[in-house]
């Protein structure tokens, strides 16, 4: 019976490592040929479409570099796409998303992606679909990674990218213009990891850089919803965040309805004339735990209007200082004035120059613990709880040297036809940004192109 089992695993085996061989390389190049085998270089196909058809389930499709403007796949998610991958396909690029181009020519989607589908290392622009996913439409868990997703849009939902895992992109001066029914400029509804999601717009729709969904390790910063909610953020659970600069017409500047945790939210602006809609700079109506709020303005009456920092906020663990607080409950946290709560200081929360706190901070070990902290990380990605009480705040203080945080700098003029792009890292998370003429964000440094 041993010998019969050992017999059987070693066929099942037999069979899965010939499964695994099977699976075949297809080859895009612009200078191919769609008659071509594209098994090879030197047979590759022009189109991504023909080698993505010629594919079968865990083949991967190489793409040489270029600009690829042509080819049509089959309708999928309700829209014509520039390429369709139906089935688990992995298509990738050979040298990265900034020499590998699809191009929609403002007329289809970029790219529809079927569960387990996967997009590697392409700019994905000029698309534009009639339903959801200007740029990118995935199904179930389909992967983007390592993707520039820049000036798309479409009518109803991400003008970016709809749904997916959208891991390690940059996700860029995508729009939407709807009458309130539809949302999410950059994303929507999607598991966004350790990607930028700058300078997205949205006329008369919600979350502006991303609605829905959820995102960790990530910078939304310069996102703009006119006439609606949620210039960062609407409706999300965010992570580790960093959400600065963004804007709303009505409410939450920087984020609305949505779970904020070791976030910091930073210089957002809410600027409408509706007095009674117009408040939450940096957060309207979320919850807020271990963040910091800080510098967001509402510049409607602002002597008038309520939370520029937050509003109807559930805050715990927090600074949420140089823009206060209305509405909601806040309890051990760092604020400008008296609020009634269990645990709060009305002290300077002591900064660093990067809203690091300094060691002598009255934040400092002046927080209260909960379950959900337990395997938690700071902003800096160490460990949250450090001397058996939680700090204040996004950063919990350290006796030992850390990394510095992302640079945030106020923004710099870029000269009339002019446009720049900034990057800046702390070693663990990078931020690149796209800025057409008018604003360029400077490094820290003083440094930019």
């Given at each position: 019976m041993k010998r019969m089992r050992n017999r059987v695993l070693w066929i099942c085996a037999l069979f899965l490592a010939a499964g695994h061989?099977?699976?075949?390389?297809?080859?895009?190049?612009?200078?191919?040929?769609?008659?071509?085998?594209?098994?090879?270089?030197?047979?590759?196909?022009r189109t991504i479409q023909a080698a993505v058809d010629a594919a079968a389930d865990d083949d991967t499709v190489w793409v040489s570099n270029g600009v690829y403007a042509t080819g049509q796949g089959a309708v999928a998610a309700g829209g014509t796409n520039r390429v369709t991958v139906g089935r688990a396909v992995m298509l990738?690029?050979?040298?990265?998303?900034?020499?590998?181009?699809?191009?929609g020519s403002n007329l289809v989607r970029g790219v529809?992606?079927?569960?387990?589908?996967?997009?590697?290392?392409?700019?994905?622009?000029?698309?534009?679909a009639a339903t959801s996913g200007g740029g990118i439409y995935c199904d179930g868990d389909a992967l983007?990674?390592?993707c520039h997703i820049l000036r798309n849009s479409c009518i109803v939902d991400g003008?970016?990218?709809?749904?997916?895992?959208?891991?390690?992109?940059?996700?860029?001066?995508?729009?939407?213009?709807?009458?309130?029914?539809?949302?999410?400029?950059?994303?929507?509804c999607a598991d966004v990891r350790n990607s930028q999601i700058f300078s997205n717009s949205a006329v008369f729709c919600r979350g502006a850089g991303i609605y829905g969904g959820t995102a960790s390790n990530c910078a939304i910063q310069f996102n703009v919803a006119e006439h609606?909610?949620?210039?960062?953020?609407?409706?999300?659970?965010?992570d580790d965040c960093v959400i600065v600069s963004n804007t709303a017409e009505l409410s939450g500047g920087g984020v609305s309805e949505s779970t904020n945790r070791n976030c910091l939210i930073a210089y957002n602006t809410v600027y409408g004339d509706l007095a009674y809609i117009t408040h939450g700079g940096g957060a309207n109506e979320s919850?807020?735990?271990n963040c910091t709020v800080f510098g967001n303005s509402v510049d409607?009456?602002?002597?008038?209007?309520?939370?520029?920092?937050?509003?109807?906020?559930?805050?715990?663990?927090?600074?949420?200082?140089?823009?206060?607080?209305?509405?909601?409950?806040?309890?051990?946290?760092?604020?400008?004035?008296?609020?009634?709560?269990e645990g709060n200081i009305t002290n300077n929360p002591g900064f660093m120059d990067d809203f690091h706190l300094r060691s002598d901070s009255a934040c400092v070990d002046a927080g209260t613990n909960s379950a959900w902290l337990a395997d938690s990380l700071d902003l800096d990605g160490g460990p949250r709880i450090r001397n058996g009480r939680i700090d204040m705040g996004c950063y919990e203080q350290s006796r030992i040297p850390s990394l510095p945080p992302p640079s945030i700098a106020t923004p710099a003029i870029v000269g009339g036809g002019e446009a720049g792009i900034y990057r800046t890292t702390n070693g663990v998370i990078t931020i690149q940004g796209l800025k057409s003429a008018g604003t360029l964000a400077a490094l820290s440094d003083g440094q930019g192109s």
């Open positions: 061989a099977l699976a075949a390389d297809w080859f895009v190049a612009t200078n191919g040929n769609d008659s071509a085998a594209g098994a090879s270089w030197g047979t590759a196909m990738r690029s050979v040298n990265g998303p900034q020499v590998t181009i699809i191009d529809y992606l079927a569960t387990n589908a996967v997009l590697d290392g392409f700019t994905v622009t000029r698309c534009w983007v990674t390592n003008g970016g990218v709809a749904h997916g895992r959208i891991w390690n992109c940059l996700i860029a001066q995508n729009r939407m213009e709807h009458i309130l029914t539809h949302h999410g400029a950059g994303v929507y609606y909610y949620g210039g960062g953020a609407e409706r999300c659970q965010l919850l807020v735990l409607h009456h602002a002597s008038a209007t309520p939370g520029h920092g937050t509003f109807n906020c559930t805050v715990e663990n927090s600074i949420v200082y140089s823009n206060g607080c209305s509405g909601g409950t806040t309890t051990y946290s760092c604020v400008d004035s008296t609020v009634a709560g």
